[in-house]
Every structure is written in structure tokens, then in C-alpha cells.
């Protein structure tokens, strides 16, 4: 039997440091639930120092998943591990993760700190960590760029200080495989206590690498992999799960560990995550891309058709790409949807909820004969993205269109609580429709970015839109999905200003 590896995954955490993908605490929730049914071991759920609604969510997670380690994490300072413990006061296994820098750059600079200082203040941090919870990481921020006699000083420090868990991050996202693969190994080689801890990576992606070098450290010692869905997280991005999972699976040949993961779950989290932050996946990233196991050339799918095996080194549906994918239709009734959505890995909190998706459900039905697997997760994200407090909400809309004439928009909202109408031109029926509503809302933002995806294939499928806000240097995302695509586009544009207009507390402080 193998080994097995610690998959830790931090899309909560480092993923929501990439600009716009800030989350409620509510879409923290339903996250980590889907992280928790696919059988990860370790969810990174926040920092709870950064902010009340941080700590909150970090607390809410805690509270509702069982089987998964919640994990928050904590700068080397005394607050932030009393933080960190009181977030995750109830959590069934809760870790703390604490962090300092060891790199000359990060010391001199940003710390200001002498290399002594640093050894004695990751100590002090695991050592308060471990009055709380046995289960302590430590992480030598920026050790890709740190020199190895101080990390192993430092590490074999904190280990006999009580740290289970060692995490060597790339935080810069600066290392190559082979010289990464070879640190880990000296690292273990070289520092006298490391059998007594697990050892693990945290890689970023600014060079495209973080999976690579991942994956060089797991064959050169390391038994744990911190990641993120897609791929998400600060500037280019952590390494993906789904890449790390599927390359370990797959070339059993050569890993001597495997993971306890659900594979199936993994697209269904793919899609959740890119619906709740807005981040499309592109159709041609590999293992959740459209395109992943779409054969294009005449000869691979005559090859494909003759045995699997020729063109494809992993199962669709080992990932969750279901081969049968109409699924409902208008006669369906509500029972085949909860148990449609219930095979996706999509569980409702109440009848209040399920009541909501189905009459969406209809009403999209009714629109659209064939009801297919993508369609019903972007209606159970659409139905979840209208919250019960939120300011703005679209009551109804009128759009006139046609060759010849300036595109004009009625757009009629509740406005904290009040119905009013604008209307307004533009160069196209959307940016009539967005002047309407900053007509009503005089939300004063910048529109970054306006994307639109088509869900499913075909001139009837629901647009899914994305929009992407700044005012003042705070960043959101806006989602909407609808089969016509102005309408999305609305939706897209309130659900932003809903987010960036709320009232908010989220500070990080700087790492
Ligand atoms: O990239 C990094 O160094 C981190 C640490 C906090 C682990 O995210
Ligand atoms: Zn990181």
C-alpha cells in the first residue's frame, strides 16, 4: 500500500488573495462543504486576524465541516494565534498554521528583524500555537529564496518546539523542479528532528511551475501539497489540485504515495469555485478545461472510438465529467432536481432553498428544452447569489435594440427598499443597461472587466456573465447567468455593486 499524501488545500485562503475573489462567508461554506464531501484533508479556511468577516467565516467553517481539518492561519504574533484558536474553538480537527519570514530580503526589509530574532519568535509562535491544539504548521515564508543553514536552524527550532507539520513555500513563485525537488530532500536529510514532522509545499505560479515543482518535491520526500482549485490565488496563481491529484493518480508508476480523494467531486468544485469568484477557467486548462478531453483531430477520435487508451490517460468521469449529460427537462419534477443536484454534489440547507432553485429551474425550462449539468450549477449559484440583504435587486427591464438606432435600456430596481426606474442610451444594449442602473445606484465604480461564457453548447444556452469592479482600490466580482444575455449581464453588474456597496471590514494585514 502507499504512502499517503496530505492534500491541503488553501482556495479559502491564499485563493481569496487573488485580486476580485473575495467571498462571502456564506460561498466560504458552501466551498469548503463540496472541499469536505471530496474527501480533502486539510481546508485552509482564512486568516483570521485579517478582518471580523475573515474571522467569521473561518468560525462558520469550522463549525459545519467534520471529516477535514479546518485550518486558519496566523502571522508569528501573539494576536494572531489567539485569533486563529478562537476561530477554530469548534472545530471537530482544527489546525493553526503559523508563518515568518527567513529569507535575507524579507528579514532585512520587510521585518526588519535579525536572523536570532526570527528563530526566537517562530519558537515563541509555534510554542503559543501548541497551548491551543496539538496539530501546528509552521512556514518559513519565502524559504525558496532563503538561505538552508538558517532554514534548517529555524526548523529543527520549531519542530522541537511542537510543529507537526513543516511547509517550505515558494512564495515567489521563484524555483525550479529539480533544485526544489533537491531542497526538500537536503532539508529532510539535513535537519536532525525532521522524522518528527510531516514536510510539505506551498507553491505559487509566477513562473508556470507550481505544479511541477510540486510534484518534485512530493517525490523527493515531502508528503503533503498545499493548493488551490484552479489554480487560484495570489498574482499567478497556487498550484492546482486538480493537476497535482490527477498527476499522482495517474502516474502510480511512479509516485510512491496516493491520495485519499474523491476524484469525481473534482470538476463539480472546479465549476463552484469559477462561479463564486468569477474566475472562468480557460477551455484549455488541463483535467476541468471544456476541452480537457475533447478530440478535435479526425484521427484521434477515430483512435479514441477503436480504445479509449490511445489518445486518453484518464477516465471523463474519473473527474467528474459525466458521460450522460442532459439531465432534466420542463416535465421533470422536483424530486429528480434534488436528486440530480444531490449526484452533483450540490445538498440544500432548507425547503426554503431547494423551493427557490426549482422555480428557478422552471422558469428556465420553460426557456430551454434541454436542461443540462452546467446549467443546474450556474442556476444553484445564480439562486445563492441573491441574498436576502442585498440593496439592489432587479425588478424588471426593457431593452430596445435595432439596426440603425442607439440601443436604449429601461431598467427598473428595489433600491433599499424603494422601486425606481431610469432609463438610458448606449453604444450597445449591456452598456445601456449598466447606465441605467449607475443612473439608479451611483455606485461610482470602474468596470475592469466584462466577460461573457456560454454554459452549454447551442443558440439557446444560458449566458454566463462576469464583471469585475474597482472603487478606491477594492476589487469585486459580479456574477449572473441567464438565457438571454443582457439580463445576465444586469444581474452580473448588481451582484457586483451588491458586493462593493456593502458595507465591508476585510483589511489584511500585510504578510
Ligand atoms: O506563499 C506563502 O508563502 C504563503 C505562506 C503564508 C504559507 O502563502
Ligand atoms: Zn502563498
Redesign the pocket.
Known sequence: MSERLIIFD?TL??GE?SPGASMTREEKVRIAKALERMRVDVIEAGFPIASPGDFEAVQAVARVVEASTVCG?ARAIDKDIDRAAEALKEAELGRI?T?I?TSPIHMEKKLRMSPDQVVDQAVRAVKRARRFTDDVEF?P???GRSDIEFLCRVLEAVIDAGAGTI?I????GYSLPDRFGALIRELIERVPNSDKAAFSV?C?NDLGLAVSNSLSAVLNGARQV?CTINGL??RAG?AALEEIVMAVRTRQDIFPVDVALDTAQIVHCSRLVSNITGFPVQPNKAIVGANAFAHESGIHQDGVLKSRETYEIMRAEDVGWSANRMVLGKHSGRNAFRTRLAELGVVFESEEELNAAFSRFKDLADKKHEIYDEDLQALVTDTNLVSENERFKLVSMRVCSETGETPRATVTLVLDGEEKSAARSGSGPVDATFKAIEALVQGGCYLQLYSVNNITSGTDAQGEVTVRLEKGGRIVNGQGADTDIVIASAKAYLHGLNKMLAPSDRTHPQ?
Open positions: 488553501t485562503r491564499d488573495q492561519l498554521h508563518f519570514a512556514s515564508e519565502d524559504a511547509n513555500p515558494d512564495t515567489v506551498h505559487h498545499e490565488g495570489e497556487n504578510m
